[in-house]
């Protein structure tokens, strides 16, 4: 007892002492108490995860025996549960060799106190069953920071490599199906750069692909044509829908003119949102220049003088010209259908009927003069030419004949000697063309032009002698001038004997036979433009 206190106060004190640290204890239990129950929800979480999680996860000692694994990987290896599992190692379940590598990581990530992350690894579980897992393994270490071992947990990725590869299978073959198409193919994004294109697009272009890929559309073409090809391609972002259209261009890498079909449709996202274009092209200049043709062949056949027809393989015909109207009297509405032999006099038919064996034959007749009678029984005397025609494999499909009337006369000889007085005379390059367009003949003026003999050139069409840019031309001019119109000092670039551009100015007039008035020919004068 200490002096001056009362014998009561210090056991007061000390019992008041006693019940705090009673209460301290108390409180301690409860703290405790509520740890071992949070501890038994985290365990009883943890179970659950381990016995219902699909991804295989395990914890492994240092000498990789398994202490804990998930019901989903014990399951995996023919297991029954997941405590049957401890104890055993990898080479428990897998081949040697697999397991030896998986050994191998455990001990890399155990020296190196690193993790492997989403290491994709092909493995073979019970029953044989092959399966790719993306696995990752990490150290354990334990409460003081000791490493005990590693865990780790691998997922099944078998569907995701599985598409991954029949992606990449599909991908190959559509690229191989693009590059190996005749069609040009590209892809654009929304600014006009060029995403990807073919070989064949970098033919059409002229440049390598490498020149094309990465480029906007202003950069490989014209400020016009850019204008124009952007114009179109904002039509297809704006409306999602097909463009196919023919164009003229200029290639980017030779400068040449060609026409190109052009498909371009809108690619989307996943969303349905336009982010592209995908394109197909492919270069109709051939068929474009031969519809031109067609168009011309067509005007002739209607302006055309003469008597044009078409017969099938046994002499039926199929086509009658206004210019065989005007010859023969008959309408095409009641000839077409009847034999050609219907024109030929009686003592004449046999031998008509055997040309047209000839002719479908293969043999090649040159043009002949022969007789034949109009609607009216008049006699006419013409001139033949009959050539079969064919497919484009060579098959022979029916007849075209052309006839001439030239029974007043064939050509008037004051009119012949005229022609030749001109031809000699004349300080112009002159050129006498059939109506197809044909060199007939030509001046000593024009042969030193063009530095041909015209042994060279007889019977070749005029537009050998023309550029390339001029060739189209040169068809509505013949086409003008079969309509009696005159070409009047039209600048031209026409070619020489050796290849080389020669400036002129031509003139385009037909020449018409006395008295009938017909075009008999084409007088063409090419004057000479200095450079």
């Not at 390059?429 to 367009?437: F, N, R, T, Y």
Request: charged share 30%; proline share 4%; hydrophobic share 40%.
């Amino acid at each position: 007892m200490h002096p001056g206190t009362s014998p009561y106060e210090e056991p007061a004190s000390i019992l008041e002492e006693v019940q705090s640290q009673l209460r301290l204890a108390q409180e301690r239990i409860a703290e405790l108490e509520e740890e071992k129950r949070q501890l038994q929800i985290d365990q009883q979480l943890f179970l659950q995860l381990m016995d219902h999680i699909p991804d295989k996860i395990y914890f492994k000692n240092k000498e990789s025996q398994f202490f804990r694994v998930s019901q989903s990987l014990a399951s995996s290896h023919g297991v029954e549960t997941a405590e049957n599992a401890i104890g055993q190692t990898d080479f428990d379940f897998f081949d040697p060799e697999n397991a030896k590598h998986k050994r191998h990581d455990e001990e890399v990530v155990m020296k190196q106190h690193k993790p492997i992350i989403g290491k994709v690894e092909k493995e073979e579980w019970a029953h044989g069953l092959k399966r790719w897992v993306s696995t990752s393994k990490l150290p354990l270490f334990n409460s003081e920071k000791e490493l005990i071992g590693t865990f780790g947990i691998s997922r099944d990725i078998t569907d995701l490599v599985e598409t991954q590869a029949a992606l990449r299978k599909s991908e190959t073959s559509y690229q191989i199906l693009v590059e190996q198409m005749p069609w040009a193919v590209f892809r654009k994004d929304k600014s006009g750069k060029y995403e990807y294109c073919n070989q064949s697009f970098g033919e059409l272009l002229g440049l390598p692909r490498e020149e094309i890929v990465g480029k906007k559309t202003n950069e490989l073409y014209s400020e016009e044509q850019a204008k124009v090809i952007l114009e179109d391609d904002e039509t297809i972002f704006e409306n999602g829908e097909l463009l196919d259209t023919i164009d003229e261009i200029e290639q980017p890498g030779s400068g040449k003119t060609i026409f190109v079909r052009l498909l371009k449709t809108a690619i989307r996202d996943e969303r349905g949102e336009i982010i592209g274009l995908l394109g197909m092209a492919r270069d109709v200049t051939s068929e474009q220049r031969a519809e031109k043709a067609v168009n011309f062949l067509a005007a002739f056949f209607e302006v055309a003088q003469e008597a044009i027809t078409v017969t099938d393989l046994e002499g039926h015909l199929l086509s009658w010209n206004p210019g065989a109207e005007k010859i023969y009297g008959y309408q095409a509405s009641e000839i077409i259908g009847q034999h050609v032999s219907i024109l030929a006099p009686e003592e004449l038919r046999r031998e008509t009927k055997a040309i047209i064996q000839q002719i479908t034959a293969g043999e090649i007749l040159p043009p002949f003069r022969t007789q034949r009678r109009s609607k009216t029984g008049q006699m006419l005397e013409v001139m033949l030419s009959l050539a079969p025609i064919r497919s484009s494999d060579g098959e022979i499909l029916g007849i075209a004949g052309i006839s001439r009337d030239v029974t007043q006369e064939m050509l008037d000889k004051k009119s012949a000697r005229h022609w030749n007085a001109l031809f000699q005379l004349d300080a112009f390059p002159l050129i006498q063309l059939s109506l197809e367009g044909l060199i007939e003949s030509w001046n000593d003026a024009a042969a030193s032009l063009y530095g041909f003999s015209l042994e060279e050139v007889k019977g070749e069409h005029v537009s050998i002698l023309l550029a390339e840019e001029d060739r189209e031309a040169i068809y509505s001019q013949l086409g003008t001038v079969l309509m009696k119109e005159v070409v009047s000092r039209v600048p031209m670039t026409h070619l020489n004997q050796a290849k080389e551009p020669i400036s002129v100015k031509v003139t385009m007039t037909a020449a018409l036979e006395t008295p009938a008035d017909r075009i008999e020919g084409i007088l063409m004068i090419s004057e000479f433009c200095s450079q």
